[in-house]
């Protein structure tokens, strides 16, 4: 079965400072990963996706993740945080059916002025 | 272009009562789920369509009912509503295809408690 951690529930950086949002994944083939934002009060938006080939995505905003096979994680990384960027992350892994998502527990990020 | 659109966006229920979350969505996509968010465990999901007239169990079906009789509409039914059931429900769809081409849409969300 597949699954998704996301080792850290809360997470607060100060506007400015770099960001990087843990997520670990099982799932038995080549997995299909996702990075959603979601703002209060609104549904899920899509970052950035992982299929195949090069290990290092961009998505919008400026979030970029990487996908490392060997520690079998896709961690969301921004050089930049805004303070428009405080949300709740969700990581996924989707099925290669294309018919099931499972998302991790969340991060929720807070941004310092 | 409304994309995904869930009514209603809250919804107060007394234990026993039934209810249907109705999910409607104008692009014409194939494939269409509902999740259910609680804290900690983000979105699971509930039931899936992957046509009209097709539909199948996602990871916690029970309690749940569905129909896909319409591409637009995929509507979520309680039969008889469990103060469990208190969350906050999501609709996605997406079109058929590559999955790598065809990322999910989402609603806004329905949040229902269960008194």
């Known amino acids: 079965a597949q699954s998704v951690t996301q080792p850290d529930i809360h997470i607060t950086v100060s506007e400015g400072a770099s960001l990087e949002l843990r997520c670990n994944y099982s799932?038995?083939?080549?997995?299909?990963l996702f990075w959603y934002v979601q703002s209060p009060g609104q549904g899920l938006q899509l970052l950035l996706k992982?299929?195949?080939?090069?290990?290092l995505v961009q998505g919008i905003k400026g979030f970029e993740a990487e996908f490392k096979r060997s520690q079998s994680s896709f961690n969301l990384r921004k050089p930049s945080v805004h303070w428009s960027d405080a949300a709740e992350y969700f990581c996924?892994?989707?099925?290669?059916?294309?018919?099931?998502?499972?998302f991790g527990g969340g991060t929720r990020l807070m941004v310092k002025p | 272009n409304a994309g995904v659109t869930q009514t209603p966006k809250f919804q107060v229920l007394k234990t026993g009562q039934s209810m249907t979350l109705q999910c409607a969505q104008d692009?014409?996509?194939?494939?269409m789920s509902w999740y259910r968010q609680d804290p900690g465990m983000g979105l699971r999901l509930i039931h899936y369509?992957?046509?009209?007239?097709?539909?199948d169990q996602g990871e916690v079906p029970n309690g749940y009912n569905v129909s896909r009789s319409t591409t637009e509409d995929f509507p979520l039914r309680l039969l008889s509503a469990a103060p469990s059931q208190t969350s906050v429900y999501f609709c996605?769809?997406?079109?058929?295809?590559?999955?790598?081409?065809?990322?999910?849409?989402f609603g806004d969300g329905t949040r229902l408690s269960i008194l």
């Open positions: 996605a769809s997406r079109a058929q295809g590559a999955v790598s081409n065809q990322p999910q849409h």
């Open positions: 799932y038995g083939a080549t997995p299909y």
């Open positions: 992982y299929f195949s080939g090069d290990t």
């Open positions: 996924a892994v989707g099925n290669n059916a294309g018919n099931m998502l499972t």
């Open positions: 692009m014409n996509h194939e494939y």
């Open positions: 369509s992957v046509g009209a007239g097709i539909t």
